[in-house]
């Protein structure tokens, strides 16, 4: 990556664009950017949280069950949601009474339905997000850089996690060592040492954030709700030992990073066979065992994994919002020694904008020829350009040649 150190992107006003694996909205980011892998500064303009369409929401979950997805629906969904991303720019840009020509470029994750990361009998990774990058780019009119993660899983690479980078340059602390620990669908943790170079960042994901909580809400309410807000049903509730032990054993708690997850291990099929064995303890125990353990998976892989404990763990991501799950999360890190906890707000970021923030760097970072990948970090063979371009220009023209 020394090579490019000096190489800077084109400075200017982005947008990310980003929706999880809990599939609960798009969130949109307005950035200016300056500098390059050196100086980098990333300013959040303006946010925007644009919310699925219950019918293409339910219509994404279904697809997400590799039994039931069909090629048709993939097809079909793949510029619905892309539509969706597009509407989610055209709005932000709107609210921030920003033209779209002053914008130069679109970075969009698109939505993950499938993630099959390399590992045990897996030689070949592959990861499918939809949300068609011409699409947006033909609606909005604006650069789009979409596909993310497939250039690093071709040389070997988990495809994930890919905001590391990002978390090291904007994140790092001179005295500190620091964990930025997302908690989405899955909890995925960034450890920074002080002034840390490349080399030393550690990231992965450290197992289910809000998945099987959501999940189980969702089952034990007939889907009248879909998360446990603020923790509330957790927070009533006691620790089922018996159903914690034998969560705790799950094989991917013991595996060394490179590794990335998703809804293939933690999703409602899991949720389902829980709920099954042990319904009987009811909602709230449920979901206070759930809650415990993804602090106490959080805790485990910092121990096992991380050169030593963070002195700082800033929680980021919709499960920071969990004001019961926050809790836990300071307990048990608290006694493994990590005594200052902070929420990412408190750093004055906007929360809901952070990844979205991340994928409009990652989009400059194509569009100046930068790796965005971090190969210790993804296991892929070396850094990489990430992502596919698809110029605005470039699609009006085709239209007019129709
Ligand atoms: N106030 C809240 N109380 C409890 N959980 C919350 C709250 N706000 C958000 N969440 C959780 O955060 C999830 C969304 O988090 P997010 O970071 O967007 O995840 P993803 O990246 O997977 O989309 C929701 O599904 C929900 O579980
Ligand atoms: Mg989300």
């Not at 599939?23 to 390059?36: P, Y």
């Not at 070949?124 to 068609?132: H, M, P, R, V």
């Not at 170079?197 to 709700?225: H, Q, R, S, W």
């Not at 121990?303 to 019961?324: D, H, K, S």
Request: with cysteine.
């Amino acid at each position: 990556m020394d090579n490019v150190k000096g190489t800077s992107i084109r400075g200017g006003l982005y947008i990310g664009l980003m929706s999880g694996t809990s599939v609960d909205g798009i969130d949109a980011a307005m950035v200016h950017l300056r500098g390059g892998y050196g100086g980098l500064t990333a300013k959040v303009l303006a946010h925007h949280a644009h919310s699925w369409p219950a019918a293409l929401q339910r219509r994404l979950q279904a697809v997400m069950a590799p039994a039931r997805a069909r090629t048709a629906e993939i097809c079909e969904l793949n510029m619905l949601t892309a539509r969706e991303f597009a509407k989610a720019a055209l709005t932000l840009l709107q609210k921030a009474k920003i033209d779209k020509s002053k914008i130069i470029a679109i970075g969009s994750h698109g939505q993950t339905i499938c993630h099959l990361p390399p590992g045990g009998d897996r030689t070949l990774g592959s990861s499918l997000q939809i949300g068609d990058a011409a699409m947006i780019a033909a609606l909005t009119g604006i650069t789009t850089v979409g596909n993310f993660r497939t250039a690093d899983m071709a040389i070997g690479g988990q495809g994930a996690p890919l905001v590391p980078l990002v978390d090291q340059l904007l994140w790092t602390d001179d005295h500190r060592s620091r964990c930025i620990q997302n908690i989405g669908g899955i909890g995925n943790v960034t450890y920074i040492a002080p002034r840390g170079t490349v080399g030393e960042i550690i990231a992965f994901d450290t197992g289910p954030g809000n998945m099987i909580i959501d999940a189980l809400v969702t089952l034990t309410t007939d889907g009248k709700m879909t998360y446990d807000r603020n923790g509330k049903f957790a927070a009533a509730g006691r620790i089922h030992k018996p159903m914690l032990r034998q969560l705790k054993v799950l094989e991917y708690f013991r595996l060394c990073p490179p590794k990335s997850t998703g809804r293939e291990l933690f999703g409602m099929p899991l949720a389902i066979r829980l709920w099954r064995k042990y319904r009987h303890i009811g909602r709230n125990d449920l979901l206070a065992t759930a809650t415990e353990l993804t602090a106490w998976s959080i805790a485990a892989s910092y121990q096992r994994f991380l050169p030593q404990v963070p002195e700082e763990t800033i929680i980021c991501g919709g499960g920071a919002e969990n004001a019961f799950l926050f809790s836990r999360i300071k307990s048990v890190l608290d006694m493994i020694g990590c005594h200052r906890v902070r929420h990412i707000e408190e750093l004055g970021m906007i929360n809901k904008a952070r990844e979205a923030m991340a994928f409009a760097v990652l989009a400059a970072w194509t569009m100046a020829g930068i790796p965005g990948n971090v190969p210790s970090v993804t296991g892929a063979r070396h850094p990489v350009v990430l992502g596919a371009i698809t110029p605005a220009g470039l699609t009006k023209a085709a239209t007019c040649r129709c």
